[in-house]
């Protein structure tokens, strides 16, 4: 067995995108792996004997020189992904990468998976009506939800946005915050209101809420509603109880889709009460119709510092 690898590019702009602004993915890589990497010409070379480091150093090759032409941006947290995906799966899945994505209708704006259980996630948005998101801060949970919901408001296949989480309090009632309904749980759903302003232009965004097409409430306020043609997205639903999750999926009403997305290891809820996220993940399992995805560090897309934070609590649980 040869003591490296190499593969040849296509061209010299397709090797200058892979190795980044100062060679800066260069120095990823070289991490990863563990061993040198050598840019000769149009030739990129691992230097490492594994044949095991060498299979997947030419995978991910190639899977980078595929997503330069797509024209999405090579960095680092979708380095890591695909590196820890074609470690995980030889490669078996990673075509899922390519063939999904989410475009936004009047907006522009073109989502894509950052690594193959992101890409289920894309998978059981377009099968099921009800979809579970399970899985660490940073995983893109809340995004994709948000950029599938608002694909489907813009493209009119339903009515309205339904933003909703339970509201766990730190010593100060809703009641008692100034401001309509609306501005009182604003706050709570900023990540939500993050997601739609980087997929939305701001008059867009604008338009939206003039003609009520989003709306946000306080999940104890879907109490007796039934909810039509909606896309609702319930978020931080590790922080709601048995009866809360049970109230808020039989809110579900005809052309209504619902993504439930939360982390079961951030759990603020008294000792005394189980989680509702936990309780009905076992209760639906294998249920048709409704989809539990879950996302690991791996899948952290935010940053490599994030990943490593998830992982040090992870062994310090254990």
Not at 29 to 56: K, T, Y
Not at 107 to 127: D, H, I, M, N, Y
Not at 288 to 303: A, K, M, N, P
Request: aromatic share 6%; hydrophobic share 40%; net charge negative.
């Amino acid at each position: 067995m040869s003591d490296s690898t190499a593969l040849v590019l296509s061209d010299g702009d397709t090797l200058q995108l892979i190795c980044g602004v100062h060679d800066t993915n260069i120095r990823i890589l070289e991490e990863l792996f563990g061993a040198h990497v050598h840019v000769r010409g149009n030739e990129l070379q691992l230097q490492s004997g594994d044949p095991v480091a060498q299979r997947h150093f030419l995978t991910l090759m190639e899977e980078l020189e595929r997503h330069t032409r797509t024209g999405r941006p090579l960095d680092e947290p979708l380095i890591h992904t695909l590196y820890h995906d074609i470690s995980d799966s030889a490669g078996a899945s990673l075509d899922d990468l390519h063939d999904r994505s989410i475009e936004i209708p009047a907006a522009g704006t073109k989502v894509f998976p950052r690594s193959v259980r992101q890409a289920r996630l894309f998978s059981e948005l377009e099968t099921n009506d009800l979809n579970f998101f399970v899985g660490p801060a940073g995983t893109g949970k809340t995004y994709i939800a948000v950029a599938h919901a608002l694909r489907e408001i813009l493209a009119k296949k339903k009515r309205r946005l339904v933003l909703t989480r339970p509201v766990v309090e730190a010593g100060e009632s809703l009641g008692f915050l100034p401001g309509d309904l609306t501005q009182k749980i604003s706050p709570y759903l900023r990540p939500l209101y993050d997601a739609i302003e980087a997929l939305l232009p701001a008059e867009l965004i604008h338009r939206l809420e003039e003609q009520n097409l989003i709306e946000v409430a306080p999940l104890a306020y879907m109490r007796g509603r039934s909810l039509r043609d909606s896309y609702v997205i319930l978020v931080v639903s590790q922080n709601t109880t048995r009866e809360q999750m049970m109230m808020f999926i039989t809110r579900l009403g005809e052309n209504t889709q619902a993504v439930v997305t939360g982390d079961i290891t951030q759990i603020d809820l008294p000792r005394r009460n189980v989680s509702g996220m936990v309780h009905v993940l076992g209760v639906l399992r294998g249920v048709s119709g409704i989809g539990i995805t879950y996302l690991t560090r791996d899948d952290v897309v935010r940053s490599s510092l994030v990943q490593r934070i998830i992982q040090a609590y992870d062994e310090h649980r254990e």
